[in-house]
T-cell receptor, first 111, second 113 residues
């Protein structure tokens, strides 16, 4: 069974700190997604990447295909960044069964 | 606004009742899917569809039924609700699987008593 592992599960940091969330996955993905979910809220897609690095505002996502690892970074973190961040892999093994999700990282940014 | 519309946002059912969760998208996406989200677990795929008239089972399909008569709509039916189906349900759509971004609905919080 293809799996996606995220770390840490929970992270509390002070406003302004640099945040890193890690994601590792099994072989043969076609794309890696990073999602954001605010408490009681819906899920928003942040990034989809299959190689290299993407940046949007203070968020940066990287992926290392050889190491089967992706990271999500938040620079100059702010309390509004408090949310659950979810990594999801689209496996390239054939079929159309969508994404395999990590369990999420619960991030709290304190003022 | 373009996106995925999911209704209802909240629902309480009694054991044995049936209901339909609605999902509609206006982006002409071929791929639509239903997930459930439970505490301590990642989202799990219930059913998915790669186009009108085509549906298939995901990881946890038991107790649920779907149909895809149009590109826009992908309803999820609970046939006979059980307490184990208490969860938050999300519908999502994408142009296709794999290389395209996903758009999620706002979720349905379902409680079965």
């Amino acid at each position: 069974k293809n799996e996606v592992e995220q770390s840490p599960q929970n992270l509390t940091a002070q406003e302004g700190e640099f945040i890193t969330i890690n994601c590792s996955y099994s072989v043969g993905i076609s794309a890696l997604h990073w999602l954001q979910q605010h408490p009681g809220g819906g899920i928003v897609s942040l990034f989809m990447l299959s190689s290299g690095k993407k940046k949007h505002g203070r968020l940066i996502a990287t992926i290392n295909i050889q190491e089967k690892h992706s990271s999500l970074h938040i620079t100059a973190s702010h309390p509004r960044d408090s949310a659950v961040y979810i990594c999801a892999a689209a496996y390239s093994g054939g079929g159309a069964d969508g994404l395999t999700f990590g369990k999420g990282t619960h991030l709290i940014i304190q003022p | 606004n373009a996106g995925v519309t999911q209704t209802p946002k909240f629902q309480v059912l009694k054991t044995g009742q049936s209901m339909t969760l609605q999902c509609a998208q206006d982006m002409n996406h071929e791929y639509m899917s239903w997930y459930r989200q439970d505490p301590g677990m990642g989202l799990r795929l219930i059913h998915y569809s790669v186009g009108a008239g085509i549906t298939d089972q995901g990881e946890v399909p038991n107790g649920y039924n779907v149909s895809r008569s149009t590109t826009e709509d992908f309803p999820l039916r609970l046939l006979s609700a059980a307490p184990s189906q208490t969860s938050v349900y999300f519908c999502a759509s994408s142009l296709s699987t794999g290389h395209y971004g996903y758009t999620f609905g706002s979720g349905t919080r379902l409680t079965v008593v």
